[in-house]
């Protein structure tokens, strides 16, 4: 046996976290976030942490180096025959070709590349009507998961707000530099046939199932 990984890409709003829960709870693919690894490492202090925080305050990349450093040390610590799921990696083509060499090396395989599509219009509607609570931070829709009383939170009467990225004008900035930053390893993977769109406009449910037909295939398929 050994290690194979889907690479999940998905623009803001496309509901990438929700999907990534679902795939956690019902397969044995391990949740491999960069954004999630940097931020404890920088919580913990660690060397990693120290040098990639400066960019992460920027809102910048992390230096490509810095981010192979964190999967080698993640791969080197997992089973022979563990499935991965990245996410939010690779966001170069750097990355990309890095970790094609890493897998290489260690004889793993990338099974494919999910790539979560939404309309700009399905975006707005999901992330303009997202409301916050300022007091426990749950999380209510102005459609589709309102709170009992308008403005006010259900568990603890905490007020609402909206979050200041999502806005309109935050929104589609966020998602112009998603589609500039992924073109590139977009590209890269569907010229290697990698590629597998998803409509995750559909209800969630419906999106989900679908990964995980996927990547049930995936995981009748010997190594
Ligand atoms: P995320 O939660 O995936 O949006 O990541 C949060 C931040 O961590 C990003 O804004 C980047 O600064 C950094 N980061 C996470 N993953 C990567 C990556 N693969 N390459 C470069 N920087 C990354």
């Given at each position: 046996m050994s290690p194979r990984a889907v690479i999940l890409i998905g623009a803001p709003g496309a509901g990438k976290g929700t999907m990534a829960e679902a795939i956690r709870t019902a397969t044995p693919y391990a949740h491999v976030s960069t954004g999630d690894m940097l931020r404890e490492a920088v919580k913990t202090g660690a060397p990693i942490g120290r040098e990639a925080a400066p960019f992460m305050q920027r809102g910048e990349l992390v230096p490509d180096a810095v981010i192979m450093r964190l999967i080698a040390a993640r791969l080197e610590g997992g089973a022979p025959d563990s499935r991965y799921l990245f996410d939010g990696f690779p966001r170069t083509l750097p990355q990309a070709a890095s970790l094609d060499a890493v897998f290489a090396q260690r004889g793993a395989r990338l099974d494919g590349v999910f790539l979560l599509e939404t309309p700009t219009a399905v975006v707005l509607q999901r992330l303009t009507g997202r409301r916050v609570c300022r007091?426990?931070?749950?999380?209510?829709?102005?459609?589709?998961?309102?709170?009992?009383?308008?403005?006010?939170?259900?568990?603890?009467?905490?007020?609402?707000?909206?979050?200041?990225?999502?806005?309109?004008?935050?929104?589609?900035?966020?998602?112009?530099?998603?589609?500039?930053?992924?073109?590139?390893?977009?590209?890269?993977?569907?010229?290697?046939?990698?590629?597998?769109?998803?409509?995750?406009?559909?209800?969630?449910?419906?999106?989900?199932?679908?990964?995980?037909?996927?990547?049930?295939?995936?995981?009748?398929?010997?190594?």
């Amino acid at each position: 046996m050994s290690p194979r990984a889907v690479i999940l890409i998905g623009a803001p709003g496309a509901g990438k976290g929700t999907m990534a829960e679902a795939i956690r709870t019902a397969t044995p693919y391990a949740h491999v976030s960069t954004g999630d690894m940097l931020r404890e490492a920088v919580k913990t202090g660690a060397p990693i942490g120290r040098e990639a925080a400066p960019f992460m305050q920027r809102g910048e990349l992390v230096p490509d180096a810095v981010i192979m450093r964190l999967i080698a040390a993640r791969l080197e610590g997992g089973a022979p025959d563990s499935r991965y799921l990245f996410d939010g990696f690779p966001r170069t083509l750097p990355q990309a070709a890095s970790l094609d060499a890493v897998f290489a090396q260690r004889g793993a395989r990338l099974d494919g590349v999910f790539l979560l599509e939404t309309p700009t219009a399905v975006v707005l509607q999901r992330l303009t009507g997202r409301r916050v609570c300022r007091a426990c931070g749950a999380v209510y829709h102005l459609t589709n998961i309102p709170p009992r009383t308008p403005g006010r939170c259900d568990q603890c009467g905490g007020e609402l707000y909206q979050r200041d990225d999502d806005r309109e004008a935050t929104i589609l900035n966020r998602l112009d530099v998603f589609q500039r930053q992924t073109a590139d390893v977009i590209a890269y993977y569907e010229r290697r046939g990698l590629l597998a769109r998803f409509d995750a406009s559909a209800p969630r449910e419906a999106t989900i199932a679908a990964l995980l037909a996927q990547l049930r295939r995936y995981l009748e398929t010997p190594a």
